[in-house]
Antibody, heavy 126, light 109 residues
Framework: QVQLVESGGGVVQPGRSLRLSCAAS????????MHWVRQAPGKGLEWVAV????????YYADSVKGRFTISRDNSKNTLYLQMNSLRAEDTAVYYC???????????????????WGQGTLVTVSS | EIVLTQSPGTLSLSPGERATLSCRAS???????LAWYQQKPGQAPRLLIY???SRATGIPDRFSGSGSGTDFTLTISRLEPEDFAVYYC??????????FGQGTKVEIK
């Protein structure tokens, strides 16, 4: 069965760095684009970044652009999020999610997140 | 950037009642790009609906999605105790940047 397991969260001081990992199993990791989504305490979902199946394309939310880097190692079935210059507002649970796409009978291809990890908490505090 | 606005913020209903959740986009969205997720406290989001109206694998048929253009709806025909949760709509496909609505909490009345 599909499993996504995040790790690497913790408490970090403002301005410092942290790297999150997401270990994937149960599917052919190298076939899928992958995302990071975060959720601040008591708040809604915020998309963070996406990486294409082969790592050639990456996109970021404006709130993290220039500070966060998404990457993947398809030989290790692992997704990463390098977070630099962390701020208090980066405090959140970080989820990795698999992107699925499906050709529908009518209309363009459908894109959605079909599997999510359990999340890892990042707390930025002095 | 497309902004998704969900209403109401909170829906107070009793088990067995019908729930109707709204998701309005700031500009027209292809139905193919609209999904709904359910999130319970302490859990990751779970895909319910994709393509505006297609149920994901294992989702009970009391959940249904509809809509087009700028107005989309998630309907739960008869609320079960396990359906009390927060629901998010998502738009993804018109750009590489997915967007989520702010969520609707369905709580027990």
């Amino acid at each position: 069965q599909v499993q996504l397991v995040e790790s690497g969260g913790g408490v970090v001081q403002p301005g410092r760095s942290l790297r999150l990992s997401c270990a994937a199993s149960g599917f052919t990791f190298s076939n899928y684009a992958m995302h990071w989504v975060r959720q601040a305490p008591g708040k809604g979902l915020e998309w963070v970044a996406v990486i294409s199946y082969d790592g050639s394309n990456k996109y970021y939310a404006d709130s993290v652009k220039g500070r966060f880097t998404i990457s993947r190692d398809n030989s290790k079935n692992t997704l990463y999020l390098q977070m630099n210059s962390l701020r208090a507002e980066d405090t959140a649970v970080y989820y990795c999610a698999r992107e699925e796409s499906l050709e529908l009978v009518f209309g363009p291809r459908s894109y959605y997140f079909d599997y999510w990890g359990q999340g890892t908490l990042v707390t930025v505090s002095s | 950037e497309i902004v998704l606005t969900q209403s109401p913020g909170t829906l107070s209903l009793s088990p067995g009642e019908r729930a109707t959740l709204s998701c309005r986009a700031s500009q027209s969205v292809s139905s193919s790009y609209l999904a709904w997720y359910q999130q319970k406290p302490g859990q990751a989001p779970r895909l319910l609906i994709y393509g505006a109206s297609s149920r994901a694998t294992g989702i009970p048929d009391r959940f249904s999605g509809s809509g087009s253009g700028t107005d989309f709806t998630l309907t739960i025909s008869r609320l079960e105790p396990e359906d009390f949760a927060v629901y998010y709509c998502q738009q993804y496909g018109s750009s590489p940047h997915p967007q989520f609505g702010q969520g609707t909490k369905v709580e027990i009345k």
